[in-house]
Every structure is written in structure tokens, then in C-alpha cells.
Nanobody, 123 residues
Framework: QVQLVESGGGLVQAGGSLRLSCAAA?????????MGWFRQPPGKEREFVAA????????YYAEPVKGRFTISRDNTKATVYLQMNSMKPEDTAVYYC???????????????WGQGTQVTVSS
């Protein structure tokens, strides 16, 4: 399976923005992979955030992030992005990118995972 490497996490104030990146390591391509973003808030279980189809033609979002977050991909650069705008303290979590053979909001459907990146939103 492809190795995924995440970046872009950090501290941001409520109302601010961050963009997370998830790249394939070692020159691998993401073409053919459906990609998703998940997050795990402190003391809570992992939850679905967003997903995108192989070519980027279809996107899906969890209700709490609709209208604020945007998932996109650049298969030429083997990179998937999560643009997070109008951030709220409840967005604080470790964010993970994942790849799989289908587009899904269910974590077990994905077989490749990034290491996670911490996102903290202060009020």
C-alpha cells in the first residue's frame, strides 16, 4: 500500500484557516485511490470529515464541516488537501488522511493511513 505523509497542522484561532496536505511518499502516485480525511478529538472516537473520488469528481462531507471545509486533490502532484476555513474550537483533533479502493465515510474501508497531524483551534 502507498505510504501517506501529512503536513500543515498547527495552532489557529477560531475563525481562522488552515490547509492540510497529504502526499504519497517515495514518488508513488495517488491516481486510482479514493481519499478521505478523518479526525479524532481528545477523548473521543475517530470520525469522518471528508472524502473525494479517484479523479476528484465527487466529494462528500460530514455535516459539521459542510460549507467550511473543502477537500481537493492534485493527482499530478500525488497530493490531497483539506482546506479548513471558519474554524471552531470543536475542530480541534488529530487529523488523518486515508486511501482506499472506494469512496467511503467508514474508516475500515480505507487501507492506507497517514501518521496524523495535530490541529488545535483556540477561542
Amino acid at each position: 500500500q502507498v505510504q501517506l505523509v501529512e503536513s500543515g497542522g498547527g495552532l489557529v484561532q477560531a475563525g481562522g484557516s488552515l490547509r492540510l496536505s497529504c502526499a504519497a511518499a517515495s514518488g508513488r502516485t495517488l491516481r486510482g485511490y479514493h481519499m478521505g480525511w478523518f479526525r479524532q478529538p481528545p477523548g473521543k472516537e475517530r470520525e469522518f470529515v471528508a472524502a473525494i473520488s479517484q479523479s476528484g469528481g465527487s466529494t462528500y462531507y460530514a455535516e459539521p464541516v459542510k460549507g467550511r471545509f473543502t477537500i481537493s486533490r492534485d493527482n499530478t502532484k500525488a497530493t490531497v488537501y483539506l482546506q479548513m476555513n471558519s474554524m471552531k474550537p470543536e475542530d480541534t483533533a488529530v487529523y488523518y488522511c486515508a486511501g482506499g479502493f472506494v469512496t467511503s465515510q467508514v474508516a475500515p474501508r480505507y487501507h492506507a493511513w497517514g501518521q496524523g497531524t495535530q490541529v488545535t483551534v483556540s477561542s
